[in-house]
């Protein structure tokens, strides 16, 4: 309490939580989703429950150590480990929740919005991606090769913003496809904790089943394996994915429509700058 004397007046302020925001956060990038949801809520008054994922929780469990080290009033921040059918749901549905800040897939947030139909919580949604990288006849192709193979194979392409559709030039697009060939396949893959390794595995088994049944499924539509399809035969054990590229003309494969979260890059070509444009944008 804060009392203000001002006349006659005794008028007291409660320093009293604004409201409940409910921050749900996927495995990858953790710390950052729970940052960039923790600060402006924090600013604005708010308590915060920071749901982890059941997939990878540790890293806010020590968080939590963190911000009770660094002196946060006891209850502005929790963190809460569960699945999303009980733990998941009974929270973004709380009552006294008045905000929900999500982050992961599509399907979960269809989920959360139906709970929210419950408090009439607002909600922030940041959901998957399928992002085009367009690539024009008069570029760097060596610099484009890199940057296009730093887009989708870095963190096993286990990002929203993975660079996940190529989108190329008909005139370069042999050279350009041969080049990324060979850097895809000069990628070392590892122990994420051996400093020579480039690329690790997948998070999760089901992860690495949803990225072979997509891989498959567009093979068997058409697309042209150019690398990679295949778990890595150095590595029979772990939830590794070998460097995978794509090729096809049809926008309708599986591979180029559905998020993979995993290091698959699909390559559609184009003739003119308006034709790369409707590419780049032809995405749920």
């Known amino acids: 309490h804060v009392p203000i004397d001002k006349a006659d007046m005794d008028v007291t302020i409660r320093r009293e939580p604004i409201g409940v925001v409910a921050a749900v956060v ?31 929780p540790a890293p806010l469990l020590a968080f939590a150590e963190l911000i009770h080290e660094a002196g946060f009033p006891a209850g502005s921040v929790n963190i809460l480990t ?28 269809r989920a959360i919005v139906r709970n929210t139909a419950e408090n009439l919580a607002y909600t922030t949604l940041e959901l998957g991606g ?30 929203c913003v ?13 050279e350009f496809l041969d080049r990324l060939k060979r850097k895809a396949e000069a990628i070392k893959i590892g122990d994420p904790q051996d400093p020579a390794t480039e690329m690790g595995p997948l998070a999760t088994p089901r992860q690495r089943e949803w990225i072979e049944k997509i891989v498959a499924e ?29 090729d ?26 308006a034709e790369a444009l409707a590419l780049a944008n032809d995405t749920p």
């Open 82 to 109: 569960g699945f999303g059918h009980d733990c998941g749901r009974r929270l973004t549905s709380h009552p006294l929740v008045s905000r929900v800040a999500f982050t992961g897939g599509p399907s979960t947030a």
């Open 162 to 174: 993975a660079g996940s559709r190529l989108l190329v030039e008909r005139s370069i697009k042999a």
């Open 26 to 56: 996927p495995w990858n990038s953790q710390l950052f989703l729970s940052a960039v949801k923790l600060g402006p809520a924090l600013a604005a008054g708010c308590t915060v429950v920071l749901k982890a994922s059941e997939d990878g």
């Open 130 to 159: 399928k992002s085009p990288v367009v690539v024009f006849a008069d570029a760097d192709l060596d610099s484009a090769a890199n940057a296009v193979v730093a887009g989708i194979f870095a963190a096993s392409g286990q990002s």
């Open 218 to 246: 567009s093979l068997a539509s058409g697309g042209t394996l150019v690398t990679g399809g295949k778990r890595p035969d150095e590595h029979p054990r772990g939830f590794y994915y070998a460097p995978t590229i794509i």
């Open 248 to 273: 096809t003309e049809d926008t309708g494969l599986p591979c180029v429509r559905e998020e993979l979260f995993g290091p698959v890059l699909s390559v559609l070509t184009f003739d003119t700058e």
